[in-house]
């Protein structure tokens, strides 16, 4: 990688270490400019990376982009889930389509299913459950969402590549926490829980671009 995506992910590594800082103390303004930061010094890391696949990286920096809006429509005052979750679904999405453009492997995909069948009985289904009691308008969407995320871990698994695979299961279990956290019962740190493993997640997939 050359020098200027060192720099980039350095910088994005200190803008996320201040994010989690902000999320744990409660210092929304700070959280307001470091959240979108990472996101955004990011895109630049994949952007000057030497990629094993040009394709799979234009559908990355895709991926990486509505990420991004995603973050900022989570991290708005107004309740902003829904559209929140349609830019993240659409990110996955685009993520998918880059591992496939990379290519996979039927037996990686094949293991992918599996582990997305043992988080779907164990964690998902706890999860769909509480919000069909809480908030059932959230039940579609939350539904699709779980899906498509599973088709992105699968792909990612079905890459081979250690360190896609290493991202997808950290977004995976992210965003596990983020709904656990919402729909079943707060999690002690829940919330800075979830940015680091969000961070370490999108972090390994853009360095899986040269991997």
């Known amino acids: 990688m050359p020098t200027l995506g060192w720099v ?3 910088a994005a590594a200190i803008a996320a270490l201040v994010n989690w800082w902000a999320v744990d103390v409660g210092r929304e303004p700070v959280e307001y400019v470091a959240k979108p930061a990472t996101l955004t010094l990011l895109i630049g890391v994949a952007l000057v990376l030497d ?6 990286r234009v559908w990355f920096v895709i991926a990486l982009v509505l ?8 991290m708005l005052p107004s309740d902003r889930f829904v559209p929140g979750l349609a830019a993240f679904l659409a990110g996955h999405v685009a993520y998918v389509v880059g591992f496939v453009v990379r290519g996979v492997e039927l037996w990686g995909v094949l293991l992918g299913l599996l582990v997305v069948a043992l988080a779907l009985a164990l964690v998902a289904r706890p999860i769909v459950d509480a919000v069909q009691r809480e908030a ?4 579609t969407p939350v539904f699709a969402y779980i899906l498509v995320i599973s088709v ?5 698994v079905g890459t081979t590549v250690g360190l896609a ?11 596990a926490l983020l709904a656990w ?6 999690l002690p740190a829940g919330r800075v829980l979830v940015m680091v493993s969000y961070h370490v997640a999108q972090a390994a997939l853009v360095l899986s671009l040269a991997d």
Do not use: H, K, W
């Not at 990629?51 to 799979?56: I, Q, R, S, W, Y």
């Not at 059932?136 to 039940?139: A, F, G, H, K, S």
């Open 8 to 10: 980039l992910l350095g």
């Open 51 to 56: 990629p094993a696949d040009g394709g799979a």
């Open 67 to 74: 990420c991004l809006a995603g973050d900022v429509l989570l």
């Open 136 to 139: 059932r308008e959230l039940v």
């Open 152 to 156: 992105m871990v699968a792909t990612g």
């Open 165 to 175: 695979i290493f991202g997808a299961l950290s977004f995976y279990a992210s965003d």
């Open 181 to 186: 956290n919402r729909f079943v019962r707060p």
